[in-house]
């Protein structure tokens, strides 16, 4: 039976990724490091902000330090607040998603995002409370696709609950195969929402496609386990 669902933030609850292309380019740019949209979905989303700029270096050949790539992004953390700030943010049914979920089943959040910037959409509407853990991308030596994150927020879900959940009777929520790799390699069930990359490249992944957080339904998610 479904016991707990697992959410990814970008892509799935917030319509940030434009927003995180635009703060890694604008950055990039200073260091006059061309980064193209195509490239970023086609290459880069699958990483935490660490990943990006360290497979950036990789691929260009450059040699950032530890120290450099860390202020890069503090740098794209702080741009990525300024874009925040000029709109609304989560895709359309991602807050009754949430609030349906939660009503059902403990609910978490394993992210490749800084945890600042989740908590920092979630306050805004009001979501945060509703969440029994939020992993995040400091909580986990590995990112997506390794399912390091995955693997803590069930751990964190059990804590909670006061026994063993086990990862099958879970529900992962991802929108890139990156994400979805993750959460099968942690034993999840998985959803893919088709909102960054296509039905047709999800399906390799996910036990069930769907196009939009507003289809999102706890009929279909209790299905699959």
């Not at 530890?66 to 609304?88: I, S």
């Not at 989740?118 to 979501?127: A, E, M």
């Not at 039905?199 to 339904?217: K, S």
């Amino acid at each position: 039976m479904l016991q707990a669902i697992v959410f990814d933030f970008d892509g799935v609850i917030a319509n940030s990724e434009p927003l995180h292309f635009q703060a890694f380019r604008d950055v990039l740019a200073i260091e006059r490091v061309a980064m193209t949209e195509s490239d970023y979905y086609s290459r880069y989303l699958g990483y935490d902000d660490v990943g990006v700029f360290r497979t950036v270096a990789t691929d260009r050949g450059l040699g950032w330090t530890a120290e450099r790539v860390a202020q890069f992004v503090a740098r794209k953390a702080a741009r990525l607040e300024q874009l925040e700030a000029e709109g609304a943010l989560l895709f359309p049914g991602a807050e009754a998603a949430v609030r349906a979920a939660a009503n059902a089943v403990p609910i978490a959040v394993a992210s490749g995002a800084l945890k600042p910037e989740i908590l920092r959409v979630l306050d805004r509407v009001g979501l945060t409370r509703l969440f029994t853990a939020i992993v995040s991308a400091e909580d986990t030596p590995s990112s997506k696709p390794a399912p390091d994150p995955y693997l803590l927020a069930v751990r964190r879900l059990s804590e909670a609950r006061g026994f063993a959940i086990p990862a099958s009777d879970c529900v992962a929520i991802e929108d890139s195969r990156w994400g979805l790799e993750s959460a099968r390699a942690a034993g999840l069930r998985t959803v893919g929402v088709a909102t960054s990359y296509g039905a047709a490249e999800l399906r390799q992944c996910a036990d069930l496609v769907i196009p939009g957080m507003d289809a999102f339904t706890l009929k279909d998610l209790q299905g699959l386990c």
